[in-house]
């Protein structure tokens, strides 16, 4: 493309929707996803198909008054841990084989107790030094 190209569409949304992450599957991965009132999953990388562009996505996690809207998507793998950090600065490190693997179109379930008011900002995978996976 030329310089004064403005590329081409990845997504088309509608409404309030927004893109809240972006991964590069990897092979044996799994993708994490937290909502806002601290449930989340992890679903196989092979249920979420291939799209082309200028697609409108497809459900990751179903969100309703219970669980909040979806604040973060990563991909883990087995050993890894990931951190989870709320609005009101609470830190919880949890190991992914400690979560449920379930499909697209569920709820999920708690990872993290929050108080009132406190709601779920932030989900970050976190690298160990010695791991391979730091190439990446």
């Keep these: ?67 909040g809207s979806l604040i973060g998507a990563v991909q883990v793998f087995g050993s890894d841990e990931v951190m989870l950090i709320s609005n009101m600065g609470t830190l ?13 179109n569920t709820q999920g379930v708690k990872l993290i107790n929050l108080k009132d008011g406190e709601s779920l900002n932030s989900v970050e995978r976190v690298f160990d030094d010695e791991s391979d996976d730091l190439e990446s």
């Design 1 to 67: 493309m030329g310089r004064g190209a403005k590329g081409v569409r990845g997504i088309r949304l509608s409404g309030a929707h927004e893109v809240i992450s972006l991964i590069v599957p990897q092979e044996g991965g799994r993708l994490l996803t937290a909502s806002a009132h601290g449930y989340g999953k992890c679903t196989e990388i092979s249920e979420f198909p291939t799209k082309g562009r200028g697609g409108q996505g497809l459900i990751a996690m179903q969100t309703s008054e219970r669980n």
């Design 92 to 104: 919880v490190r949890t190991a992914v084989d400690e979560i449920s693997v379930l499909g697209r």
